[in-house]
């Protein structure tokens, strides 16, 4: 099973920033936070991972608690390419482990 | 980043019959790849993991008779719907994680576009 909870959906307007919550209250010491997203009828696309420290990259930035419970994926600026269904995930088993799905948030961006 | 391909991206079979699906890794070498389903308005499931040169592994209640995955070098695993039948429709993504080697000590894990069987 995921071990993350997230809304089911979200609605974000073109250009404003977009903030993705996840929750993941079971997370081990050594599990880290992956982010992809998926557009409709394609594969899943990486965006950012993080174990403790707060992450940024070019697409995103990943804000992770002290306590490390919860974490936040932040578009700074949403388009409306940004659209899709976004995944938070907790990888079970370090670096080697499977990556398990749970049902994202669908984030719908308007103009 | 890093590029997998999945051939064809959309098959139409009738029911009975067996189809074979390509999973590449274009530019880097794969130790693990990944086979998962997506049903319509479903989150992804895993099917199973492979190892090069080795069998796959199954997740539970995924008949590894019916679907028969080969992964024969770092560049290429192939997954066969075997006797496909219409609940056996869906959208099938393989994923491919890089070699230590090439890739960062985080062990990335790529997506292909997908692969859509429809079975009559």
């Known amino acids: 099973d995921a071990k993350t909870t997230q809304p089911t959906s979200m609605d974000c307007a073109e250009g404003r920033a977009a903030n993705l919550p996840c929750n993941h209250s079971?997370?081990?010491?050594?599990?880290?936070v992956y982010w992809y997203r998926q557009i409709h009828s394609q594969g899943p696309q990486y965006i950012i991972h993080?174990?403790?420290n707060n992450e940024t990259n070019e697409m995103a930035s990943l804000i992770i608690t002290e306590d490390r419970k919860s974490s936040t994926l932040i578009l700074p600026h949403a388009t409306l390419r940004d659209t899709a269904v976004y995944y938070c995930?907790?990888?079970?088993?370090?670096?080697?482990?499977?990556?398990?799905f749970g049902k994202g948030t669908k984030l719908s961006v308007k103009p | 980043g890093a590029v997998v391909s999945q051939h064809p991206s959309r098959v139409i079979c009738k029911s009975g019959t067996s189809v074979k699906i390509e999973c590449r890794s274009l530019?880097?070498?794969?130790?693990?790849m990944f086979w998962y389903r997506q049903f319509p308005k479903q989150s992804l499931m895993l099917m199973a993991t492979?190892?090069?040169?080795?069998?796959?592994?199954?997740e539970q209640g995924v008949e590894k008779d019916k679907f028969l995955i080969n992964h024969a070098s770092l560049t290429l695993s192939t997954l066969t719907v075997t006797s496909a039948h219409p609940e056996d429709s869906s959208f099938y993504i393989c994923?491919?994680?890089?070699?230590?080697?090439?890739?960062?000590?985080?062990?990335?894990?790529?997506f292909g576009p997908g692969t859509r069987l429809t079975v009559l």
């Open positions: 994923s491919a994680r890089a070699h230590s080697v090439l890739a960062n000590s985080y062990n990335e894990q790529f």
């Open positions: 079971t997370i081990s010491g050594n599990e880290y």
């Open positions: 993080g174990l403790k």
């Open positions: 995930i907790v990888r079970v088993g370090g670096s080697q482990g499977n990556l398990i």
């Open positions: 530019d880097f070498q794969a130790t693990t």
């Open positions: 492979s190892n090069e040169g080795s069998k796959a592994t199954y």
